[in-house]
């Protein structure tokens, strides 16, 4: 199930970062973060990370369902699987959420430091 997750993932991300998704509102810097495919191979769900803000990201997400029929056949083509997974795309702003808890856990540090210099 592993190799299958990661092959999908691969071959999404190449899809995007070469902008063979004709369309405008899937930004090249999208990443595939997970992919999770069900135990019968029928369905994958695809978490989608981008630094772009959240409006955009859900923009980019819709976008990316729209055109999942499109990314399932290149798949299936390149992969050469008789079945198919149907794709699901899902924002994933765990990174972004990350990079914000970093940033608050540096500005308490550092007024910590400011009050403990006083």
Do not use: C, W
């Not at 997974?85 to 808890?101: A, C, E, N, Q």
């Amino acid at each position: 199930m592993k190799r299958v997750e990661s092959l999908i993932r691969e071959q999404v991300s190449f899809l995007i970062m070469n902008r063979e998704i004709k369309d405008p509102r899937i930004n090249s810097l999208l990443s595939i973060t997970i992919v999770k495919v069900s135990n019968d191979l029928a369905s994958a769900k695809l978490y989608v990370s981008g630094l772009e803000g959240e409006a955009k990201l859900k923009k980019s997400v819709d976008a990316m369902n729209h055109a999942a029929g499109f990314i399932q056949n290149r798949i299936g083509r390149q992969m050469k699987m008789r079945l198919t997974p149907k794709l699901h795309f899902y924002p994933d702003t765990s990174v972004r959420d990350g990079i914000m808890l970093n940033q608050k856990i540096d500005s308490l540090l550092h007024d910590k430091s400011k009050e403990s210099e006083s």
